[in-house]
């Protein structure tokens, strides 16, 4: 319980602080406030404790693990975005919609109550939405918040309608009843349920932009302005996936045919087209959103191949590829522009920002001893345990195309012709950050299993 | 403990020579090569006097759920190839001396870090933490080529990168695969031995397919040679070296210990094909070479050819075919890295490695002209020279297998000598015209280093049991493992 009250209470200072005239203090105050909430998160996770909110919320072992994630690059985040919230004038406003915006990440990582899905999406989207938008006077950013949360909106749409099938089939809406309920098949109409699971099943797949619900997400991600992008890219994709992970790795279970089947189409096409299409990309936030789309492809198919492994596989995945992306949005924050090009000569102009940018796409791209390598491995491993030997051959010929681009970005940084010669400066926080986040994604890929010995044990 | 040392020491470097000076540093990688040298030299004759030493096997638990561990060991094989690594990167590094490159500092940085991952390579005893190795090999010299090689440099070393990663990452999926079939899931090397075998003939077919991809390109063999004569060609002399005094070998040795014993039945199912394969990248490379008006690119094609032979020497799987291949491996990656250096020495006093615009050097340095020849005629495989120790029992395990496939193989003999003696006709002697009259003479730096060579090749012609007696005993163990498991499927 106290997670989600600092959470909330964080956001809730934000907000308060324009008024009591202490804009000064928020930045410390949040680093400070999450920071306590990594502190809470491991208390808990040592201790072993099973809280139960009011049937609401469960704070089990995963979402525990998860909510330290979101809090170790929530901190990363608010560093990396310092500068973008120096120029804005209403500066409270877009802290408290960060902040609020993560108590919808934790809802989703620990709901066991479908009202607390719902609400959990929506608190997550609504202030990601104000926040595309929040470049004003650029009419990309206009259309990015435009379209995302009309077709978000949309998405809401379904997700209440499937919970509400489901609450018809099986008369509740407690996760683990509908589960239990169902496998007992007394008094439930498995019609109803399926209609219901396949409709949450597609919003869910929108908000995480799996094929074929990722249209909205190129250009949204290029439109929003680019703290938010990483944003969008890191955390808010942590939030959907873990909401994704929580349902179906108790629906997976009960229902393993019908739903199998749908989510492993749908996770190797969204592997698939996302890298093919990210090969073809000249604008670096374009490409690494639709790489995005390929990770996010990786983390089901994880989800899909069940074995007890599983929550540590998705929660490896989501950590390496969250890090590897927040450290490469970081880098690109710090150039002139969008275009490839802005990256010729990198190693030049800043060697920190190039070994980091380096060191991000080569755990992207998945080569050891990078954490991306063990992501893609403990995936691909599970792949083929459950006798899938060709969906593993076809995620890997996919991740190779994976390769093309990312190297596209690395060839430019340490061979390209520089068009702007001039030295990037860096303040001093941003040196710790970049040298940070690249030391966390070595170590993982180093040592792959001291998280599992540390935290899920 | 010594084979973590040997591991390590280089990558130990890294940071004390990135505190010095430009001019300071080589001076420094070449204190930490010749360390690495001398620990390497010491690890082998230790080896040789007492193989049982505790020091040389370093085991502890990596990842507790995977049950991989870090286990490194020193045996009869690969102490070849880790003397072989120990022994060339000074050489490489000292050919840095008395030439200009920009940010000399990350150039040895990197072919120290290099060569970490290549000694890991070689003393990995566990799957994936040689397959590790096996990645971590590829992004130092990937950089190297990227950032200090020739004209059209990206498209080229972007085309090696990816070639090179597909393989693997087919050997990857070999390695989970026979993994999750172990008896109590360990990567060690003997659990995939005694797993390998328990497949059926059509499993063990597919895996030795994914791991042929990986090896067959790293060496490479025809058809998958693509990637390689333009590389070698574009890289950076002493990433040439690298690439191929040292890199292919991981290939070739990964043949003898990764390949064939995990799955002998595909072996025995491929063989013939794989044979065949070996030989015509003999032939090809061969003749290639034949052809070729630049002396980089030449070298880059015989060195093709003779990869294939000893590829060809490890798929017959006889005590002669092995251990020819053991002893050519060593000789070659010595040869052949002599041979770069000489075109090193070329084009940097010329500005050019075309052949037919060079001629009569002889006249100018006749130093350098015996040298030339002697290191020549050990990639000829003369007697007395390393490469006809190789070659004759290569040739002979070759014999033991097919009479009709030798004769193919065969031609490696002619054809080398006729190449080679073409360019050095062509490059040595004739008239000296405008060109060449300006080669003057060979530094001293450059004299010690290709008499360094040159008595290298004559030592280990002369002396050829120092190498083969160590590696004897385990290679008879390989062959008896895949010739029992064979055996016992024809019994069924």
Redesign the interface.
Known sequence: MKELLLLSGLGIFALLAEMINARKIIFPAVIAGLCLNIFFCLNDIMAGNNENIFNMLLLDKIPLVFTLLLSVLAIFWFVMAKNYFKDETNLSDHFALVLFSMVGVFLLTSYTHMSMLFLGVEILSIPVYVLAGSDKRNTYSNEAAFKYFLLGAFASGFLLLGITFVYGGTGSFNTLQIASSSVLGAGVSKQLLTIGLLLILFAMAFKVSAVPFHFWTPDVYTGAPTVVTAYMSTIVKLGALAGFYRLFSIVLVFDATTFTTTLIIISVLTIVVGNVIAASQSNTKRLLAFSSIGHAGFVLLANTMLSPSTPYVVWYYLTAYTLSSMAAFWVLIKLDNHDISAFNGLVKRNPLLAGTMTIALLSMAGIPPMAGFFAKYFVLLNTIQNKSVLIAVIAILASLIGVYYYFKIIIAIFSGKEINSAKIELSWLDKIGLVLISILIILLGVLPDACYNLLFR | MLVLLLLILPVLFVPILLLFSEKQSKNIALVAALTEMCVGFFAFYQYQINPTCACFNWNTIW????NANFHLQLNGINSVLVLLTTLIVPFIIQSTFERDIKNIKAYLSLMLMMQTALVGVFLAQDALLF??FW??A??PIY?IC??FGGEN??KI??KF??YT??GS??M??AI??VW?HTENRSFDIHSFYKAGALLTAKEQLFVFIAFYLAFAIKIPIFPLHTWQPDTYVNAPTQGTMLLSGIMLKMGTYALIIWLIPVVPLGWQQASKYVIILSVISVVYGSLMALTQHNFKRMLAYSSIGHVGLIAAGIFTMNLQGVQGAMYQMLSHGINVVALFFVCDIITNRMKTDEMHKLGGIRNVSRVFSVLFLIILLGSVALPLTNGFVGEFLLLHGLFQYNTVVVVFAGLTVILGALYMLRAYQLIMHGDTNALTESFGVITVNEKILLACFAGLIIFFGLFPNLILDGSENQIKQIIDHVHEVTAMVVKK
Do not use: A, D, H, S
């Not at chain 2, 990842?63 to 995977?66: A, G, M, P, T």
């Open positions: 990842i507790q759920n995977l397959y590790i990645e971590l590829l992004i950089l990227l950032v440099r990206q070393t972007f990168f990816v990663l597909f990452l087919f990857l999926l989970i695969y999750i």
